[in-house]
């Protein structure tokens, strides 16, 4: 099956640093991929939706000047968290979603953040 | 907007037995996917079934089957057999179409007692 790599899988950095997570689809071209947020026993939600080549699209409340996304080629796409504080420690989740008739929805497995 | 409903934050089964797990959502589309997601300890998020909302015969997965009430907009999640590896949250998921994303219920603790 479709595999989409996520990494790091963790990360801990200092209040007011950048942090890039990415996510790769190794064997499909993804032409969508969506950035999740899971807080610890909750859901997850949406946090944008990029679609390759285009600006990301973001939620109601997700601030896009401090959660960068980037989807410059079919299989790749980045979530930077800039100027990282406590309250964005996280899980954050990305997944990737085929481009045919048949589409499916492939996840990451995941990326917690810890900013201290 | 869709939402999508799970009533249950937890739920307890004695290993070999069969549970429920329910799910309602709410949409005014006609065509659309629902799915049950598996999130187990290590949080990889697992397809475990996927329904299409034109489709009116239940899915089957193995152990895994749903109850589709596309009037009652109800799509509960049955679980046979249980196993300790059963042990996860699942979530329930609702998705208008192609490309869209998916919307995801509160989710439900699964238990499974040996």
């Known amino acids: 099956g479709a595999v989409v790599s996520q990494h790091p899988s963790w990360v801990i950095c200092k209040s007011g640093t950048s942090v890039k997570i990415e996510c790769r689809s190794l064997?499909?071209?993804?032409?969508?991929m969506f950035w999740y947020r899971q807080f610890p026993k909750q859901s997850l939600m949406l946090m944008a939706t990029?679609?390759?080549?285009?600006?990301?699209?973001?939620e109601q409340g997700v601030e896009k000047d401090k959660f960068l996304i980037n989807h410059a080629s079919l299989t790749l796409s980045t979530l930077t968290v800039t100027s990282a504080h406590p309250e964005d420690s996280s899980f954050y989740i990305c997944?990737?979603?085929?481009?045919?008739?048949?589409?499916?929805?492939?996840f990451g497995s995941g990326t917690q953040l810890s900013v201290l | 907007a869709q939402t999508v409903t799970q009533s249950q934050p937890e739920m307890s089964v004695q290993e070999a037995e069969t549970v429920t797990l329910s799910c309602t959502y709410d949409t005014s589309e006609s065509d659309y996917y629902l799915f049950w997601y598996k999130q187990p300890p290590s949080r990889q998020m697992i397809l475990v079934i996927r329904q299409e909302a034109y489709k009116q015969q239940n899915a089957t997965e193995n152990r895994f089957s749903v109850n589709f009430q596309k009037a009652a907009k109800s799509f509960s999640l049955k679980i046979s057999d249980s196993q300790l590896g059963d042990a996860a949250m699942y979530f329930c998921a609702y998705r208008r179409g192609y490309g869209n994303k998916l919307v995801f219920g509160a989710g439900t603790i699964l238990r499974v007692k040996s």
């Open positions: 064997d499909f071209q993804a032409t969508t």
């Open positions: 990029s679609n390759e080549g285009s600006k990301a699209t973001y």
């Open positions: 997944s990737a979603s085929t481009q045919s008739t048949n589409e499916k929805l492939f």
